[in-house]
């Protein structure tokens, strides 16, 4: 047992796990692009073709060699043969040769010999058939070349790249139909406590349903993961500790709630200790965080696992000062934004509509619901008993009053992180 | 035909077609709470238990009569008879009368009698086993109330909310496992070019692999509906025709794609007004915007079909401003923060790297990276000819240059919508 003696900061817990925790190698697994919305690239994708594969018209028009218009005004027209019609999807049937031209469509391919697209707008057809231009092109005008979009052997995405719908259609441009992706990581999810029934029975007098799996549920989903359910447990050591066991070889992280009492927190540290292994057991049992502070962290089998405790508020900040951002690790995913130092867009900033007293020497996180007046934006504290999930239900985001400060100032601004 | 005339704005087209188009009744499902993260909700759901449903124990400590308390310090402290222990789960086994106390834990239920909780922190027990209180509890300190989270009757959530992870540990709470949600509208996509091949198979020269079904695909699923494939037509008027009749069976919205041709295009025109009926047809038949103008919106069947632009990134800006806000209409969704006027989230404001020129009278949409630099947040204007489907993978997001600007300059202030 490590680092057990007291409880500590939310960035010392951090610094605690990050100095025990060996980061694993990633599974990963292939799928077709139709289901790759938002799933994390294993390997960076290099393109094994030309885009466009040949000279293609950008407009409807006709196909010239440049050359033929230069110098052509209105005054003084390029007069050109039509020769034929290139047809959408298929080589045209002849070259171009000096003083011809051949009606073409946007996306269609140039005919050997032309090297420019003259729009329609600017030409007319004489009675004859004769095309008239009125002014010159450019070679190369009108046209893309080949390579222009993506040329072969370029990388067109990067491993850690979390795939975006346009990503997707460019990966079937070059005909890539499915691509290696790494696993999402699974969380098992195991909730104690000798008060906690399935959520589809009737509670007795002092029971209370299950909440904590659902809401996990979703933020594990949220963040990327697979929720793993693993039950609910009676307040049993061999119980729990069988159910440990269980969720590690099932997942890569496994989170157990419920323990309010101190004698169910006991028991979650004890059976951490007794899985823990070299290195292992509990790294972190209390964070000046609230709420959130009876919250345990530690390794089992060098997997993290996490005692979160019963209240559903308090197990919806553990997760997102812990959870969220391992989950994000273990799924592979580079966010090119907050790599570079862009800040995350899920923020926005309020001001306070009243007072909020915050004790010193812990970091708070409140609920706040957001309101627009007179074009300004306000956070107004949803206030309530911890353990309360209607708080959750009825605020838009979170503030988070950080450890030096004591409470916050109806009109002083904040950071509001909005939930998804 | 109506409104085909000529090119309208943006603001315009989308006045043609709020005026002609009839909102549907939205079509309802049943699902179970555990998949129904982001589901809209249909109905209001209304609680039928009270939570918590029982006077319940927010510390750990001892249930006392406040009365008992009332007085007591350090120096004359009150001392209580410990009675036994409330279980957890349990009933306690007996009531308290004046002078006793009863061990209880964090949720516990408080035994009848008592009012309030003492923490173990502002007591000791003596050698006798008597309990010694230094301090005065007021009625109903450390003790949450029945109905304190939720009353019997009270509405916990309202149609046309969006569920996020809280709301389904809050269904749980109050035991419902299964909601109403609407049915995610689905959208059909149309494929037609003679030039386009689907993307498993080898381009011959002047074909193209299929790039739209896959990014439409993509954004259809992350607008929150659902895609319908149709597959690739050739541009003949009887099979786009027929194509279009089944996606009408099919779907709420249908999106036809390719046709970048004036040839296509007149054709998909046609097909729209043939299916058209009464007040339907083409309404809108050309926008002012840039890439995107040739964009097709009208009504068959009273259900709204669009033809698309066959370039990407035609097909990304038509979504964005035409499809992806009826997709969100037809889902029943309704966005608090939005209808409370407070602005869209996924929008940073950052300064241009570069000028860029826009001809006047069309409403510009471009595609930028972002970059910080020396804590200055940069939009880097993606170039290339419109067409090419990497401008969009290389891009963070898009930038709108309104109708009445010609462009922008250097450093100038814009504001950029991420992609998600």
Redesign the interface.
Known sequence: MLGRASVVTVEEARRIFEGAFLMPSLAVEAVP??GA?RRVLAGDVVSGVT????F?S?M?GYAVRAKDTFGATDALPAYLAVTGE??????AVAALSKGQAMKI?????LPPGSDAVVM?EHSQTLPDGTLEVGRPVAPGENV?APG???REGET??TAGHR?????????????V?EVGVFKRPKVAVINT?????D??L??????????????????I??AGGEPVPMGIYK?DYDDIKKAVEGALDASDIVAITGG?????RDLTAKVIDGLGGAGGGVLVHGVSVRPGKPVIIGLCRERPVFGLP?H?VAV?VSFELFIRPLIERLSGYVD??KT????P????KARMARNYSSGPGREDHIRVA???KEGE?WARPIL???????T??KA?GAVVIPLAKQGLERGETVEVA???
């Open positions: 692009i139709t919305l885009l466009p594969a040949f293609r950008s409807d290139v047809l959408m999807g298929e080589e469509s946007t996306g269609g391919m329609y893309v222009e979009d993506v067109l995405l795939l975006r719908p346009q990503d997707l259609g460019a990966l079937a441009g070059i005909g139909l406590g000798n008060e906690i029934i959520a589809s009737t509670p007795s007098p002092g029971q209370v349903r299950d909440v904590n799996s659902y809401n996990l549920a979703g933020l989903l949220q307040d309010s009492s101190v004698g169910t019963g559903p919806t090119r934004l570079s130092g862009i800040p867009v899920r923020v926005v957001l309101e627009l934006l309530g008993k911890s353990g309360l999930i209607t959750l239900v838009d909005l939930f998804d």
